[in-house]
C-alpha cells in the first residue's frame, strides 16, 4: 500500500519502505519537508506520481521487518528554509513530465538541506538536470502560449465563444489558463487537452477531465483571414525553411491552421519566385503607379539654415542639428560657449542642459538678464564619443574650431558686442583665433581684441565637474566677478 | 475590393520591415475587465513564415499608395504594384479577430505617404486611438512614424504606442539623398531626437501621461547601398547613444519587381545580415564599442567567423583568461560565453574553483573556447597556434558554390 504524502505519515512510511503517492508540487512539498526533518536520505525513499501507473506496484518493500526500525518521531530536526529561487525552479521542475521527477527533486533539497549550495548551478551534474526540466517546461508554457489556435463559435451556441485544442508535452495547464484568463477580458473560452480541459466563463476558471478528444471541428473563417495574411507576409526571396522548423518543432504543426499552406509556400518560393520578395499572387495583379509630378511630392519643410549644411569639418555627422546663437541682434555682451552638449544638440538651442541652468544662476548672482545677452559656442556641432549607454562630451580640436570660427566670425559681425564672455579655454581660442593661448593666463584678465574687450571665465561644465564644494564655490565666484567686470566694461565705454 | 484582396496586398507591402518585436511593454491585464489583451514584457511569437522569420504582431501598410519614390521600396509612386487602401475599421477589427484567436499579440501600423506627412500620421494615431479607447485593447501597439510629421502628432502617437519607430532606412546622408529623394536624415534625426525629448521627461517625471514605454527603434536596409559594415554599425551606435533606441533591425536589401536601375539586382549575402545583427548585440549588451569590431578606415564583418571571435583572434593579449580570476565583463568577451554563462561562472566562482568539465555541463562550444581559457584543470599551450591557425580550425565549413539555387532549395 502506498503512504499518503502531506501527512506526519510520509517519514513514517517511508521508513518502513513504502512508496509514497505524490498528486502535485503542494503534496511533494509537504512529504519532502518531513522527510527532510527526520533526516531520511533520498535512496531510501520511493515516489510514485499519479501518472506513473506502471511503477504502481514496483514499490512494495524489500523487508517488511524494516518497518519496525521506524522512526524515532522525537527526532525531528528543523528544515532549512529554501530560498525563493530555489523554490521557484522546484515548482517549474515539477511540472515536467519525466518518471522519477518526485525522487529527483527530493535529492536536489536533500543535498540542499546539507549544505550543498552547487547543487543549484548548472555546472553541477544535478543542478545541470534541475535547470533543463525547468528550461523544457518553461519552453512548454511559452509553446503553449503562443501555438494555441482558438477558433470562434457562433454567438448562438453561448459559452464558450472560443475553443482550442492542444497536446502539451508537461504538465502546463493551469498556469497557461492563467496568461489566457489576463489575455481575454471577459470573453469565455475553453481550451482542452488529452487529460484535462479548463474553461473560462467570463468570470471563473472551471477545471475538469478530458471532454473532446481532438482538435475541435469547427468552421472559423477568421481562419481564412489568417492564412491570407501568413502567405503574403513572408518573403520568398528569403527562404530558410529549416530556420522555421527550428523554430516550432514539428509536433505543433498538426495543429496549426497554417501548417497546411507551408509545405505549398516552400515550393513555390523554391521553384522561381525567389528573384523578388513580391508574392506571386500579388504579382499577377494589375498594378498602378502614382500619378504624381515629382516636384509636388516634396514634404513641406522649413528651409534648413544655411548652418544645418555646414559640411566645413566632420562632425556633423554624428550630430542631430547645429546650434547656432540665440539672443538679441544686437546684444552688449556676447557669450561665447565652447560646443553644445547633449541636450542642446536634441533642442537645437544653446544652453538648455546642466551647464545652462549652472550659467543661470551664475547670470543671476552677477546681477545679468539672460534675455539681454547673445548667447552662442565657438564649435556648432556636438562632438561626442560613445561610453556606455551615454554620449560623452569630446573636446573639440583646433582644426574644428578653425573651421567652426567662419560661423563665429559672422556672428560677431553682425551682433557687434562690445564685451566677449569666453567661457573656457576652446571659446578662449577661437575668439582670439589662435591656440597659443592658456586659461591659467587669461582668466579674469579683461583683454582688448579687435576693438573689443574679451574676458575668459571658467566654463559652467567645468564648474559642474569641480568635486568638492568649496572649490566648485570658488570657480563660480571667478565667474561671477567676470560677468561683474564685464558689466563694468561696457560702463567704461559707454562713459567714454 | 473585399478585405481579404486588401490584406494580401497590404502585408505583401509590409513585409519588407524587418522589425516584428512585441516585448518591452509594461505589464498589462484583462483580467476582469471589459476589452481584451495584454502584455507580459516579454514578446511572443505566435508563428514563423518558411523565411525563418516570427509573426508577432499583425504588420501591415494603412495603405500603399505612396507619393514618394524611395529606390528601394516595392511602393514608391512609379512602382507598378497593384494599391489598396484599409478604413480604419477594418484594421481595427482585423487586429481585434486574430488577437481573439490568439494569432498575434497586437498591431504594427505603418504607412505609404499620402496627401501630407501630418495627414498620414493622422491616420495612424487614430486607428490607435480607436484601439485603445473605444475597444479597450490592451496588446502591443507599433506605429511607424512619419518623420516629417508635426511633433504634437508624434506626442499622440506616443500615447497610444507601446513602440514607436522612425526608419533611418540608409547608413548615410548621401545614400538618402540618392536613393531616397524625398527624405531628408535631417529631419529623421530630429523626429528621433523629439521622440527621445519625450521619453526623457517620462522618465524623470513618472506621473506624467504615458509616451511609448517599449521606446523607440529603427531601421536600416543592408546592401542596396554600397555603405560598408563600418558605416552601418558607426551609424548604428550614433543612433543608439543619441537617440537611445531599444533596437536598430537591420534588413538585407531584397529585390522588387520591376526594380529601378539605382538598387542593385541581386540582395546582399543573408550571412551579413545575421553578422549585423551579432555585432549590434555586441554593441548593446557586452560593452563594445564599434571601433573595437571594426577599424574606423572601414570594412566588412567577417562572414566565415562571428565578430566575437572575429575581435578575440585580433586582440590575443587579452588570453588565455584566467576564468577564476577575471572579471565578469571579460568573461563574456571569451568566444563561446555568453552573458548567461559567464554569469554563471562568476556565481559558481563563489562556491569553489571553475574546472574544465564545468563548462563543458554548461554547454560551452568547447572547441571554441578552449584557446582562450584557463581553468584550475586546464590552461592552453601558450603561443600554440597562431591566430591565423586557430580561425581557419574555428571558420565555419566552405560551402560549395550555389549553381543551380532553384534546385538546391527545392
Request: hydrophobic residues 40%; proline residues 6%; contains cysteine.
Given at each position: 500500500?502506498?503512504?499518503?504524502?502531506?501527512?506526519?505519515?510520509?517519514?513514517?512510511?517511508?521508513?518502513?519502505?513504502?512508496?509514497?503517492?505524490?498528486?502535485?508540487?503542494?503534496?511533494?512539498?509537504?512529504?519532502?519537508?518531513?522527510?527532510?526533518?527526520?533526516?531520511?536520505?533520498?535512496?531510501?525513499?520511493?515516489?510514485?506520481?499519479?501518472?506513473?501507473?506502471?511503477?504502481?506496484?514496483?514499490?512494495?518493500?524489500?523487508?517488511?521487518?524494516?518497518?519496525?526500525?521506524?522512526?524515532?518521531?522525537?527526532?525531528?530536526?528543523?528544515?532549512?528554509?529554501?530560498?525563493?529561487k530555489l523554490m521557484d525552479m522546484l515548482q517549474s521542475a515539477a511540472c515536467c513530465r519525466v518518471p522519477d521527477r518526485w525522487a529527483f527533486l527530493y535529492r536536489v533539497?536533500?543535498?540542499?538541506?546539507?549544505?550543498?549550495?552547487?547543487?543549484?548551478?548548472?555546472?553541477?551534474?544535478?543542478?545541470?538536470?534541475?535547470?533543463?526540466?525547468?528550461?523544457?517546461?518553461?519552453?512548454?508554457?511559452?509553446?503553449?502560449?503562443?501555438?494555441?489556435?482558438?477558433?470562434?463559435?457562433?454567438?448562438?451556441?453561448?459559452?464558450?465563444?472560443?475553443?482550442?485544442?492542444?497536446?502539451?508535452?508537461?504538465?502546463?495547464?493551469?498556469?497557461?489558463?492563467?496568461?489566457?484568463?489576463?489575455?481575454?477580458?471577459?470573453?469565455?473560452?475553453?481550451?482542452?487537452?488529452?487529460?484535462?480541459?479548463?474553461?473560462?466563463?467570463?468570470?471563473?476558471?472551471?477545471?475538469?477531465?478530458?471532454?473532446?478528444?481532438?482538435?475541435?471541428?469547427?468552421?472559423?473563417?477568421?481562419?481564412?483571414?489568417?492564412?491570407?495574411?501568413?502567405?503574403?507576409?513572408?518573403?520568398?526571396?528569403?527562404?530558410?525553411?529549416?530556420?522555421?522548423?527550428?523554430?516550432?518543432?514539428?509536433?505543433?504543426?498538426?495543429?496549426?491552421?497554417?501548417?497546411?499552406?507551408?509545405?505549398?509556400?516552400?515550393?513555390?518560393?523554391?521553384?522561381?519566385?525567389?528573384?523578388?520578395?513580391?508574392?506571386?499572387?500579388?504579382?499577377?495583379?494589375?498594378?498602378?503607379?502614382?500619378?504624381?509630378?515629382?516636384?509636388?511630392?516634396?514634404?513641406?519643410?522649413?528651409?534648413?539654415?544655411?548652418?544645418?549644411?555646414?559640411?566645413?569639418?566632420?562632425?556633423?555627422?554624428?550630430?542631430?542639428?547645429?546650434?547656432?546663437?540665440?539672443?538679441?541682434?544686437?546684444?552688449?555682451?556676447?557669450?561665447?560657449?565652447?560646443?553644445?552638449?547633449?541636450?542642446?544638440?536634441?533642442?537645437?538651442?544653446?544652453?538648455?542642459?546642466?551647464?545652462?541652468?549652472?550659467?543661470?544662476?551664475?547670470?543671476?548672482?552677477?546681477?545679468?538678464?539672460?534675455?539681454?545677452?547673445?548667447l552662442t559656442n565657438a564649435v556648432k556641432h556636438f562632438k561626442w564619443e560613445p561610453r556606455g549607454k551615454r554620449r560623452l562630451h569630446k573636446t573639440p580640436a583646433q582644426?574644428?574650431?578653425?573651421?567652426?570660427?567662419?560661423?563665429?566670425?559672422?556672428?560677431?559681425?553682425?551682433?557687434?558686442?562690445?564685451?566677449?564672455?569666453?567661457?573656457?579655454?576652446?571659446?578662449?581660442?577661437?575668439?582670439?583665433?589662435?591656440?597659443?593661448?592658456?586659461?591659467?593666463?587669461?582668466?579674469?584678465?579683461?583683454?582688448?581684441?579687435?576693438?573689443?574687450?574679451?574676458?575668459?571665465?571658467?566654463?559652467?561644465?567645468?564648474?559642474?565637474?569641480?568635486?568638492?564644494?568649496?572649490?566648485?564655490?570658488?570657480?563660480?565666484?571667478?565667474?561671477?566677478?567676470?560677468?561683474?567686470?564685464?558689466?563694468?566694461?561696457?560702463?567704461?565705454?559707454?562713459?567714454? | 475590393?473585399?478585405?481579404?484582396?486588401?490584406?494580401?496586398?497590404?502585408?505583401?507591402?509590409?513585409?519588407?520591415?524587418?522589425?516584428?518585436?512585441?516585448?518591452?511593454?509594461?505589464?498589462?491585464?484583462?483580467?476582469?475587465?471589459?476589452?481584451?489583451?495584454?502584455?507580459?514584457?516579454?514578446?511572443?511569437?505566435?508563428?514563423?513564415?518558411?523565411?525563418?522569420?516570427?509573426?508577432?504582431?499583425?504588420?501591415?501598410?494603412?495603405?500603399?499608395?505612396?507619393?514618394?519614390?524611395?529606390?528601394?521600396?516595392?511602393?514608391?509612386?512609379?512602382?507598378?504594384?497593384?494599391?489598396?487602401?484599409?478604413?480604419?475599421?477594418?484594421?481595427?477589427?482585423?487586429?481585434?479577430?486574430?488577437?481573439?484567436?490568439?494569432?498575434?499579440?497586437?498591431?504594427?501600423?505603418?504607412?505609404?505617404?499620402?496627401?501630407?506627412?501630418?495627414?498620414?500620421?493622422?491616420?495612424?494615431?487614430?486607428?490607435?486611438?480607436?484601439?485603445?479607447?473605444?475597444?479597450?485593447?490592451?496588446?502591443?501597439?507599433?506605429?511607424?512614424?512619419?518623420?516629417?510629421?508635426?511633433?504634437?502628432?508624434?506626442?499622440?502617437?506616443?500615447?497610444?504606442?507601446?513602440?514607436?519607430?522612425?526608419?533611418?532606412?540608409?547608413?548615410?546622408?548621401?545614400?538618402?539623398?540618392?536613393?531616397?529623394?524625398?527624405?531628408?536624415?535631417?529631419?529623421?534625426?530630429?523626429?528621433?531626437?523629439?521622440?527621445?525629448?519625450?521619453?526623457d521627461e517620462k522618465a524623470e517625471e513618472p506621473r506624467s501621461p504615458k509616451f511609448a514605454p517599449a521606446g523607440q527603434s529603427t531601421q536600416m536596409i543592408v546592401g542596396?547601398?554600397?555603405?560598408?559594415?563600418?558605416?552601418?554599425?558607426?551609424?548604428?551606435?550614433?543612433?543608439?547613444?543619441?537617440?537611445?533606441?531599444?533596437?536598430?533591425?537591420?534588413?538585407?536589401?531584397?529585390?522588387?519587381?520591376?526594380?529601378?536601375?539605382?538598387?542593385?539586382?541581386?540582395?546582399?549575402?543573408?550571412?551579413?545580415?545575421?553578422?549585423?545583427?551579432?555585432?549590434?548585440?555586441?554593441?548593446?549588451?557586452?560593452?563594445?564599442?564599434?571601433?573595437?569590431?571594426?577599424?574606423?578606415?572601414?570594412?566588412?564583418?567577417?562572414?566565415?567567423?562571428?565578430?566575437?571571435?572575429?575581435?578575440?583572434?585580433?586582440?590575443?593579449?587579452?588570453?588565455?583568461?584566467?576564468?577564476?580570476?577575471?572579471?565578469?565583463?571579460?568573461?563574456?568577451?571569451?568566444?563561446?560565453?555568453?552573458?548567461?554563462?559567464?554569469?554563471?561562472?562568476?556565481?559558481?566562482?563563489?562556491?569553489?574553483?571553475?574546472?574544465?568539465?564545468?563548462?563543458?555541463?554548461?554547454?560551452?562550444?568547447?572547441?571554441?573556447?578552449?584557446?582562450?581559457?584557463?581553468?584550475?584543470?586546464?590552461?592552453?599551450?601558450?603561443?600554440?597556434?597562431?591566430?591565423?591557425?586557430?580561425?581557419?580550425?574555428?571558420?565555419?565549413?566552405?560551402?560549395?558554390?550555389?549553381?543551380?539555387?532553384?534546385?538546391?532549395?527545392?
Amino acid at each position: 500500500m502506498a503512504g499518503t504524502a502531506g501527512s506526519i505519515n510520509a517519514a513514517v512510511a517511508a521508513s518502513a519502505g513504502q512508496p509514497l503517492l505524490v498528486a502535485g508540487f503542494a503534496e511533494w512539498r509537504e512529504a519532502a519537508r518531513e522527510l527532510l526533518a527526520f533526516d531520511i536520505a533520498p535512496h531510501a525513499v520511493k515516489w510514485i506520481g499519479q501518472r506513473d501507473e506502471a511503477d504502481l506496484f514496483a514499490g512494495a518493500p524489500a523487508d517488511p521487518h524494516e518497518a519496525a526500525h521506524a522512526i524515532d518521531l522525537r527526532q525531528a530536526r528543523p528544515v532549512m528554509h529554501l530560498p525563493r529561487k530555489l523554490m521557484d525552479m522546484l515548482q517549474s521542475a515539477a511540472c515536467c513530465r519525466v518518471p522519477d521527477r518526485w525522487a529527483f527533486l527530493y535529492r536536489v533539497v536533500w543535498r540542499w538541506q546539507h549544505g550543498d549550495q552547487v547543487v543549484l548551478s548548472p555546472a553541477d551534474e544535478d543542478g545541470a538536470r534541475l535547470h533543463a526540466m525547468v528550461k523544457a517546461v518553461h519552453r512548454e508554457e511559452h509553446d503553449m502560449h503562443a501555438y494555441i489556435r482558438f477558433r470562434e463559435r457562433p454567438e448562438a451556441a453561448g459559452a464558450p465563444r472560443f475553443v482550442a485544442w492542444f497536446e502539451p508535452a508537461h504538465d502546463v495547464l493551469p498556469q497557461v489558463a492563467q496568461h489566457f484568463v489576463s489575455r481575454m477580458g471577459r470573453i469565455s473560452w475553453m481550451i482542452a487537452t488529452p487529460d484535462a480541459s479548463v474553461l473560462w466563463d467570463g468570470e471563473t476558471l472551471h477545471n475538469t477531465g478530458p471532454l473532446v478528444s481532438s482538435a475541435a471541428d469547427l468552421d472559423d473563417a477568421g481562419e481564412a483571414l489568417w492564412l491570407t495574411y501568413y502567405r503574403s507576409i513572408f518573403n520568398p526571396a528569403r527562404l530558410n525553411a529549416g530556420l522555421m522548423r527550428s523554430h516550432i518543432p514539428s509536433r505543433f504543426w498538426k495543429h496549426l491552421p497554417e501548417g497546411s499552406v507551408v509545405p505549398q509556400m516552400v515550393s513555390q518560393a523554391a521553384a522561381g519566385a525567389r528573384r523578388t520578395g513580391q508574392a506571386e499572387a500579388v504579382g499577377q495583379r494589375r498594378g498602378t503607379t502614382i500619378p504624381i509630378a515629382a516636384d509636388k511630392a516634396q514634404p513641406q519643410r522649413q528651409a534648413p539654415s544655411t548652418l544645418d549644411e555646414c559640411r566645413r569639418c566632420e562632425l556633423w555627422q554624428h550630430a542631430t542639428q547645429a546650434v547656432g546663437g540665440a539672443g538679441p541682434a544686437h546684444a552688449r555682451i556676447m557669450l561665447v560657449g565652447e560646443q553644445p552638449g547633449d541636450q542642446e544638440d536634441l533642442a537645437g538651442e544653446p544652453f538648455v542642459g546642466p551647464a545652462g541652468q549652472l550659467l543661470d544662476q551664475v547670470l543671476r548672482d552677477a546681477g545679468l538678464d539672460r534675455r539681454t545677452i547673445y548667447l552662442t559656442n565657438a564649435v556648432k556641432h556636438f562632438k561626442w564619443e560613445p561610453r556606455g549607454k551615454r554620449r560623452l562630451h569630446k573636446t573639440p580640436a583646433q582644426r574644428e574650431i578653425e573651421a567652426c570660427s567662419y560661423w563665429l566670425d559672422q556672428e560677431l559681425a553682425q551682433v557687434k558686442p562690445d564685451v566677449i564672455v569666453a567661457l573656457g579655454s576652446t571659446a578662449l581660442k577661437s575668439v582670439l583665433g589662435t591656440g597659443n593661448v592658456t586659461l591659467k593666463d587669461t582668466i579674469g584678465k579683461p583683454i582688448r581684441h579687435d576693438g573689443r574687450w574679451v574676458i575668459t571665465v571658467y566654463h559652467p561644465s567645468f564648474v559642474l565637474r569641480v568635486p568638492d564644494e568649496a572649490s566648485k564655490q570658488q570657480a563660480m565666484a571667478v565667474m561671477v566677478d567676470g560677468l561683474r567686470q564685464a558689466q563694468q566694461l561696457l560702463q567704461m565705454k559707454s562713459e567714454n | 475590393m473585399d478585405l481579404t484582396d486588401k490584406l494580401e496586398i497590404l502585408a505583401d507591402a509590409a513585409k519588407y520591415d524587418a522589425s516584428c518585436a512585441s516585448s518591452g511593454a509594461p505589464k498589462r491585464s484583462s483580467e476582469g475587465k471589459d476589452g481584451i489583451g495584454a502584455t507580459s514584457g516579454m514578446g511572443i511569437c505566435h508563428s514563423y513564415t518558411p523565411d525563418g522569420r516570427c509573426v508577432s504582431l499583425l504588420k501591415i501598410l494603412l495603405t500603399n499608395f505612396c507619393i514618394y519614390d524611395c529606390q528601394y521600396c516595392v511602393n514608391r509612386r512609379t512602382s507598378n504594384v497593384p494599391r489598396a487602401r484599409f478604413s480604419v475599421d477594418e484594421v481595427v477589427k482585423l487586429t481585434v479577430d486574430f488577437y481573439l484567436r490568439n494569432y498575434i499579440d497586437g498591431l504594427f501600423l505603418s504607412s505609404g505617404i499620402i496627401r501630407s506627412a501630418d495627414y498620414t500620421m493622422e491616420q495612424l494615431v487614430h486607428i490607435a486611438r480607436q484601439l485603445r479607447e473605444v475597444h479597450n485593447f490592451r496588446g502591443y501597439i507599433h506605429l511607424k512614424t512619419i518623420p516629417d510629421a508635426d511633433p504634437a502628432l508624434i506626442a499622440a502617437a506616443g500615447k497610444y504606442a507601446d513602440r514607436l519607430s522612425v526608419n533611418i532606412e540608409l547608413p548615410t546622408q548621401a545614400s538618402v539623398e540618392k536613393l531616397a529623394p524625398e527624405k531628408s536624415v535631417h529631419t529623421i534625426k530630429l523626429a528621433m531626437g523629439s521622440i527621445r525629448r519625450r521619453l526623457d521627461e517620462k522618465a524623470e517625471e513618472p506621473r506624467s501621461p504615458k509616451f511609448a514605454p517599449a521606446g523607440q527603434s529603427t531601421q536600416m536596409i543592408v546592401g542596396a547601398d554600397a555603405s560598408d559594415d563600418q558605416t552601418i554599425l558607426s551609424t548604428a551606435e550614433t543612433l543608439y547613444t543619441s537617440y537611445k533606441l531599444k533596437r536598430v533591425y537591420y534588413s538585407a536589401f531584397s529585390p522588387i519587381p520591376q526594380s529601378p536601375g539605382s538598387v542593385p539586382l541581386a540582395p546582399p549575402p543573408m550571412l551579413r545580415e545575421h553578422r549585423l545583427y551579432q555585432a549590434d548585440f555586441l554593441l548593446r549588451s557586452y560593452g563594445f564599442v564599434a571601433s573595437e569590431l571594426l577599424p574606423a578606415s572601414g570594412g566588412n564583418l567577417a562572414l566565415d567567423i562571428d565578430p566575437k571571435l572575429a575581435w578575440a583572434l585580433a586582440n590575443r593579449e587579452h588570453f588565455p583568461l584566467d576564468l577564476n580570476l577575471a572579471d565578469a565583463s571579460m568573461i563574456a568577451r571569451v568566444p563561446g560565453i555568453g552573458l548567461r554563462n559567464a554569469k554563471r561562472i562568476v556565481e559558481l566562482r563563489r562556491l569553489r574553483r571553475i574546472r574544465y568539465a564545468d563548462l563543458v555541463r554548461l554547454r560551452c562550444s568547447m572547441k571554441k573556447i578552449a584557446p582562450f581559457i584557463v581553468t584550475a584543470d586546464y590552461s592552453p599551450v601558450r603561443g600554440a597556434a597562431s591566430s591565423e591557425v586557430l580561425r581557419r580550425s574555428l571558420a565555419e565549413a566552405p560551402q560549395q558554390m550555389n549553381l543551380w539555387p532553384e534546385l538546391r532549395a527545392a
